[in-house]
Structure formats: structure tokens, C-alpha cells
């Protein structure tokens, strides 16, 4: 417990981008943010599930490109063959985790063969070579990342959330972000290290990462077009699923629970009304 705390806090605090540090607004100028792009996700509303098909291309994505960089210490092997998440089979998994070398103090060589119980390896040992290796900067964790962040909403039209259950901003936030990439405003100076997106904090504004995503760079082998625009929408689906993994079994027990609530009120009104029908009021 005392280490997600520290994880989620360290995401609140690190995550104003998908890099921490190294990072400002644009301020001033006359540089309006476009409007964030709103995507229509298979898990959003009361009835949403995940789209596996889309979860394996986004775990594709984070494999081959994100995790050079980034952490993922919530995120345990045979988590894939989860129901309701990407859904790979006991074999896949096994054979998967079997591929990465797992550092284990406990073993004779200090190291061994991955397992489905084990977390995903981190890319760097410690959190300065991390740092170190990033000019600076230290990478997020991914584990919670999605859940962090939001798209700028203006009065009223986030009251409308309450009605829909959106709770999808995290992703729509990953999405626009990562196809935010752009030449920056006139008059905008940005320094050396740093890339201007038109999305970042919802305003605009310079981050260390560089643009990570571009067309036909992950093989998806004629599942899907490979473009930039489908493998941000992937990977942040995979990061909503990673910060919620049991989104779909929360939203079918608490409309089973409505259901209940509802059928037992009737019923209560029932019993008060053959209670009462007798007696003068």
C-alpha cells in the first residue's frame, strides 16, 4: 500500500506531461490551444467494455517504443491474460515473461527468467540512471498516468460528465498530446532539449520528450493502419486500462447494484402500501 501511494503521488506530481521537468507554458503571445480532439472509446459510459483487439496493439506499442523509457511498476506480466483486458493466453504470457531477464537477488546468479507473477522489468536500474539518460528528466511511471491527468473541459459543459460517466480524459488527454506534436507559435523561443505541443497542460507549451510516435513505426500486420493517430489511440486505451484494469467489472456490479436499489424500493413501497392500506390517515 505504502508503495502504490508513493507511485500515484509521484504520477500527480510528475505527470503534467508523459515527461516531468524540463517543461513550461507558453505564456503570452496570441497563441490559442485548438481544441481538444474528444474520442469516441469502446470503455467510456455506463456500459463501456475494452476493446481487446485494441489493448494487444496498445501493450504492441508500449513494448516496442514506451517502455525504452518508461516504468511500469503496477503492471505484472499475467495481468494480460486478465479477462477484460487484453486477453493473451497463460501460454502467450508465460512465454513472454520468459523473454525478459529479471534481476532476483534471491537467485544464485542474481538474475533469472521471468514468470507471469513478475512486475514489468523497469528500463533502468535506478531512478538517476533514469534521469541520467533522459537529460534530466525523469520519465513517469505509465502505471497510473491515465487516471492523473484530463482534458480542460469549460463551464457547462463538463456538468454533462455527471450524466454520462465520462471518465475518459485521461486517455483523450494521452491521445491529443501525443498527436499534439507541432512547429511552435511565432515568437515562442523554445530551448534547447525541449519540443513545442499544442496539447500540453491543455494550453500549449514546450516538454522534454520528443515526439515518440510516427507512421508505419509498429508492424500492427494489417490489423490496423499505422499511424500516428491509431497507435496514440492505442496506447492510451492500453494506459487507461493499465491505470483501471477492472473498469468492466466495477461498472457491471454498480449497475447491478442500481438494479437492486431500484427492485428493492419497489418492493418496500409495496409492503408500505399493504402495511398502511388499512389504517386511516
Request: proline share 6%; aromatic share 14%; glycine share 10%.
Amino acid at each position: 500500500m505504502k508503495k502504490l501511494n508513493s507511485l500515484i503521488g509521484a504520477a500527480l506530481i510528475a505527470a503534467s506531461g508523459l515527461v516531468s521537468g524540463g517543461a513550461y507554458a507558453a505564456g503570452g503571445g496570441d497563441f490559442k490551444a485548438p481544441e481538444p480532439t474528444l474520442i469516441d472509446w469502446t470503455f467510456g459510459g455506463v456500459f463501456g467494455t475494452y476493446d481487446k483487439a485494441q489493448l494487444q496493439r496498445g501493450f504492441q506499442v508500449f513494448q516496442e517504443i514506451c517502455s525504452s523509457c518508461h516504468s511500469a511498476e503496477l503492471f505484472s506480466f499475467r495481468m494480460l491474460s486478465k479477462e477484460g483486458g487484453p486477453e493473451y493466453s497463460e501460454e502467450q504470457v508465460k512465454a513472454l515473461a520468459a523473454s525478459y531477464t529479471i534481476q532476483d537477488p534471491e537467485h544464485i546468479d542474481g538474475e533469472r527468467s521471468g514468470v507471469p507473477a513478475d512486475a514489468w522489468p523497469s528500463p533502468f536500474e535506478t531512478k538517476q540512471d533514469a534521469i541520467d539518460a533522459n537529460g534530466g528528466v525523469y520519465p513517469p511511471d505509465f502505471s497510473v498516468l491515465a487516471k492523473a491527468r484530463n482534458v480542460p473541459q469549460k463551464f457547462p459543459n463538463w456538468i454533462g460528465n455527471y450524466f454520462t460517466a465520462y471518465q475518459e480524459g485521461g486517455a483523450d488527454y494521452i491521445y491529443n498530446l501525443l498527436t499534439g506534436y507541432n512547429e511552435p507559435p511565432e515568437g515562442v523561443d523554445v530551448g534547447a532539449g525541449t519540443y513545442w505541443n499544442d496539447h500540453f497542460h491543455g494550453t500549449g507549451g514546450t516538454l522534454a520528450m520528443a515526439q515518440p510516435l510516427y507512421d508505419e513505426m509498429v508492424d500492427y500486420e494489417g490489423q490496423a493502419p499505422e499511424t500516428v493517430e491509431q497507435y496514440s489511440k492505442d496506447i492510451a486505451a492500453f494506459m487507461m486500462w493499465l491505470a483501471e484494469p477492472d473498469m468492466t467489472s466495477r461498472k457491471a456490479l454498480g449497475f447491478n447494484v442500481l438494479m437492486f436499489l431500484f427492485l428493492f424500493a419497489g418492493l418496500m413501497y409495496m409492503v408500505k402500501r399493504k402495511l398502511w392500506s388499512n389504517v386511516d390517515h
